[in-house]
């Protein structure tokens, strides 16, 4: 069953006719599906929330789409999941053989037999072939055909608009810079160019468990070194001075398809130059784990949490503070917890460095790294004469993203730089053309 996006709303300034009640009234006959005016904006899982927020509002903060316009601002979640969570089998809910502090292998029941402390020292392992990959579809566009979900920030957001000869995409999501290719394979599929729109700058940082044996800051050539496979311990760390120096670090690392995996390899490698070869999946005792989520921490045996480390979005740390995600450790839960649900956090995690907003290019300093949220629309987009809305002289693109010549868009507006600070990112406006530099703005 296909999900039905946040974005049900319409746009910014309404018209409340006789008719538009009439259709607001009306009941629904299938899972919401964009209509043909209204904006669709797919990608980049960590960017979602924003976007959700700027489309739908959050708590008391009223987005673009509350006031009931005509047209609608549809922000399509990356995986089917609100909470930017992969569409595959959690391995950790899959049964699986365990190893036991002797090296023996276990059945679960024996598992579950042994001591809290027992436990603590077993491990699980699960056979590759029982994680299953599931590829939502959704409709793009009403009465249209299915598609597979638009997904992740270069593939669902970038790629997706780039390659999207039946214009069911009006935006793309995603953290990546455009490059001339890319433009130039927009304007062959599309007769357009591209202008990439930021928004707002989030910054990645590194993850541990709130009681660690990692230091207060670990360097950047430090972790490319750990997840290099050079450093293994925590004695090898640069300033380490812990009792626990002959442990292992266990680096936990991403898909390779996820945004933040690839977001973690271009810090890296911009704050130590001239490793261009860097993959940060050499390291024997690495972990592959969901993106963006504290359990991969959290969820680890007590000996092992103090020893892991996680590239991790500051916004999503900070969003998941304000009890915004709910607890999904349950199937059909809702009207059963207490609210009708249980909110989770980032209890049990920090960030290293977490009130840093510079990067430092330098391999010395502590590993952090900025990335934009950018909203990428096609150039004919913004130079079409056709307005958007009833009444309104402004094309989708002026209304929502750049507006050269009037007003400021929506995401400029106070009202869109509160729902991105809600979202837990710092508004921060810039705009780049079809050459890839920047506009100056006023």
Known sequence: MLDRPKSVGAAFVALATASTLALSLTPAEAD??????DVVSTGSDIIQNS??????????????????????FVNFDSSGDAQGRSAFTDPRLLAGQWIDKFGETITDQEYKDLSDADKDLATKYIKQGDVKLLNPTISLRAGQDLVVRPSGGGGGGRDAIINDDQGWIDVGRSPDPLNETNQNTAQTNLGSKLIRVQIATDRQLIATAEDTNAPATISASDILKIYSGTITTWSQVTGYS?????EKIIPLILPTDAGMWNTFLANVKRQNPGNSGFTGRANPNQI??????????????AADRKNAIVPFPRGRFRTLNTGYYTATGTTNAYNTENGHRTATSAAGIKLLDGATNT???QPSAPYGGNFAYNAIVREKDLNSTTPWQPGSTLNWVKALFYNPDGPKPFVRTPAGEQLLTAAGVTPDYHVFGTNNAEIELD
């Open 32 to 37: 919401f599906s964009p209509q043909p005016n």
């Open 359 to 361: 990067d430092v290019n």
């Open 51 to 72: 976007f959700n927020f700027l489309a739908d509002g959050y708590h008391e903060l009223p987005g673009y789409n509350t006031a009931g316009n005509r047209w609608r």
């Open 242 to 246: 812990g009792s626990a120096g002959a």
């Open 288 to 301: 592959q784990v969901q993106q963006n989520d504290p359990t991969a921490i959290t969820s680890l045996p």
